[in-house]
């Protein structure tokens, strides 16, 4: 098995190249740091079935010698304010980066993996969100160079599977969380485990009523790997189930790290989700698929794994 995987320094790829080097699989890895880390890298080069390059997907893939079995594109910034603040190159690596991997899939006869995203529902007003339902995304607000980027992704990626015959996949990712996230990531996990770690507030957004559904990476990436082993072309919902208000949310943070931290309520930014929640019966039924780490359990590995990023080259846990 040899694979091209990009976004391979950021924080879901390298859980999956380093869970696909443990099993045996040749890696190619493709990243230009936008928003991942290079200590990622220099973490997954310790294995010799690793290879890496330097590159911004957007303008092309590297010429890769020898035969692919499979392109694996999750290069994207995937936070609020990393998107927001990169909406062009979101845009982009939406865009111009999927067709170049589509494109190199092709000309290897590989298959063909797209990381999307709950995003694609926006400010969904169907609860659960089933893969059916197609959504309600504000076309030119803040968080569309990241919606619309991945719904023409999805779109792209579907005509090729079409007006090619492309092997294709699409995953369709809830909220994800776990070691190796970027302290200043600015998403939820990071920012509340982090404020409690050093002792501030931890600041929840609006009236903290709005909810999210998190999954341990390692449900994903088990997910990801099935999602690869059977044939559907359809968009997969993969996401935790149990969802919570963020109040609670950073009661539980608090609770795990430091019960006497006060809350405090900051502005909500604009068009966020108010409430997102997996209907994941197609991936029950089509890979057996469920979440299987609690959110108490999840966490509990996440802060432990934050405490130490102090060393932040330290082993990459296999996923
Ligand atoms: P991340 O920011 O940690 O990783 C993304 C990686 O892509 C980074 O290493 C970044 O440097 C790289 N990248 C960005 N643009 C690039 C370009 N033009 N060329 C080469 N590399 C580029 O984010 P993540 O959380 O690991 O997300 C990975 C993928 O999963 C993304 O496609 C994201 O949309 C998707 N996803 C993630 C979540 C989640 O909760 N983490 C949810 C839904 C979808
Ligand atoms: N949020 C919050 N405090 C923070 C960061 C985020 O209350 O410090 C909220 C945010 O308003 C959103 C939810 O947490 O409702 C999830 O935000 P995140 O940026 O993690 O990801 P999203 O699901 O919005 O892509």
Not at 173 to 192: E, K
Request: charge should be neutral; hydrophobic fraction near 40%.
């Amino acid at each position: 098995m040899r694979l091209l995987l990009t976004g391979s320094a950021g924080f879901i790829g390298s859980h999956l190249a380093a869970s696909l080097l443990t099993s045996g699989a040749q890696v190619i890895g493709v990243d230009n740091y936008l928003s991942g880390q290079p200590a990622h890298t220099e973490a997954l080069k310790r294995h010799p079935g690793f290879t890496f390059f330097e590159a911004d997907v957007s303008q092309g893939l590297p010429l890769v010698a020898g035969p692919l079995d499979w392109v694996l594109h999750f290069a994207s910034p995937a936070s609020p304010p990393h998107y927001q603040q990169f909406p062009v190159e979101t845009l982009m690596v939406g865009a111009q980066g999927t067709q170049h991997a589509l494109n190199l899939a092709r000309r290897q006869g590989a298959r063909f993996l797209l990381a999307s995203t709950s995003e694609v529902y926006g400010d969904p007003l169907v609860h659960p969100q089933p893969e059916t339902y197609w959504g309600h995304v504000n076309p030119n607000g803040l968080r569309s160079c990241y919606d619309e980027a991945k719904r023409y992704a999805e779109a792209i990626t579907m005509a090729y599977h079409r007006a090619h015959g492309l092997d294709t996949r699409i995953v369709r990712i809830f909220n994800t969380y776990g070691p190796h996230m970027r302290a200043d990531d600015g998403r939820v996990v990071t920012n509340f485990i982090h404020q409690a770690l050093a002792g501030e507030a931890l600041t929840v957004q609006g009236d903290g009523q709005q909810t999210r559904s998190f999954q341990y990476v390692s449900d994903l990436i088990r997910g990801v790997r099935r999602l690869m082993d059977v044939t559907y072309h359809g968009p997969v919902n993969l996401g935790g189930t149990d969802a919570i208000t963020m109040q609670r949310f950073a009661e539980v943070v608090r609770a795990a790290i430091n019960p006497g931290l006060p809350i405090r309520f900051v502005p909500l930014a604009a068009d966020d989700p108010r409430q997102r929640q997996p209907d994941i019966t197609l991936a029950r039924t089509l890979l057996g698929w469920a979440p299987e780490v609690s959110l108490d359990e999840g966490l509990k590995r996440t802060i432990a794994s934050f405490r130490q990023q102090a060393s932040p080259a330290g082993p990459l846990p296999a996923a």
